[in-house]
Nanobody, 125 residues
Framework: HVQVVESGGGLVQAGGSLRLSCAASGSISSINTMGWYRQAPGKQREFVAEITAIGSIAIGRTNYADSVKGRFTISRHNAKNTVILQMNDLKPEDTAVYYC??????????????WGQGTQVTVSS
């Protein structure tokens, strides 16, 4: 099966930066996408950013929510099946629990959609 481990997050003042990391491991044959979602108190989980073609020589495509375009950047480190979410110019409305999502195929050919445990990001005004 597939495991997902997140790191990063914390407390920062508005205008500051934080960096989140997500690593996928296990019996992975290929990874379709790795991405980040977030959930603020009392709100539904929402899409933040994703990148495709992890571990491939192909150029990964990135997608971002409109609310983070120009401020957040998602990148990949193929050798480690890891993605980084660099968050700049943070705003109080970015405060949420951030979850990593991995869509991967195992060596047995089973497609897995796996979530991390979540990491708290708090932006003070």
């Amino acid at each position: 099966h597939v495991q997902v481990v997140e790191s990063g997050g914390g407390l920062v003042q508005a205008g500051g930066s934080l960096r989140l990391s997500c690593a996928a491991s296990g019996s992975i044959s290929s990874i379709n996408t790795m991405g980040w979602y977030r959930q603020a108190p009392g709100k539904q989980r929402e899409f933040v950013a994703e990148i495709t073609a992890i571990g491939s020589i192909a150029i990964g495509r990135t997608n971002y929510a409109d609310s983070v375009k120009g401020r957040f950047t998602i990148s990949r480190h193929n050798a480690k099946n890891t993605v980084i979410l660099q968050m700049n110019d943070l705003k109080p409305e970015d405060t949420a629990v951030y979850y990593c999502n991995v869509n991967a195929k195992t060596v047995l050919g089973v497609r897995n959609d796996v979530w991390g445990q979540g990491t708290q990001v708090t932006v003070s005004s």
